[in-house]
C-alpha cells in the first residue's frame, strides 16, 4: 500500500482533516491491557490525586498514538509514516463519567521535503489547552 495523497498535490500549510476523540476511563483500562502499562496514574483516581495530579490521566503513548490517527487517515497508509516525535505539555484528564472527555486534533503541511516527503504540523489539545507540544511527523507522499 502506497499513501493515497501525492506530494505535488499538496502545499505549506494545506489542511489536514482534524479529528476529534472521545475518551472514558473505560478506554484507558483498555488501552493498559493492550499496552500492558497499568501505572494506576491512568485508573486510580485516589492513587492520581495522592501523587499531585488532579485525577487520572490518560496514557502520554494513548494520546500520541490518537494523534498520528490523523496522519495515517490522511494519507492511508501508516507505513508512509518515516518520523514522528512529541512533547508532553499537559496532562489528559479523565474525569470518571460517561462523557469522558475529548482530544482534538488538526494538522497542516509545515514543510516540503525532499524526496516526496513532507512534514505534518500537528495540534493536539484537550479542554482547551495544548497537550503535546512539536507534535510533528515526516510522511512519504506518493
Sequence with gaps: MTAKIAYGDVEVGTEL???????????LVRYAGA?????PIHWNEKFAKEVGLPDVIAHGMFTMAEAIRVVTDWIGDP????????????PVVVPNDDRGTVIEVSGKIGAKLDDNKVRVDLTVTNAGQKVLGMSRAVVRLG
Design 17 to 27: 482533516p482534524g479529528r476529534s476523540f472521545p475518551v472514558t476511563r473505560a478506554t
Design 35 to 39: 499496552s500492558g502499562d497499568f501505572n
Design 79 to 90: 507505513a508512509a509514516v518515516v518520523e514522528y516525535g512529541v512533547r508532553f505539555t499537559k
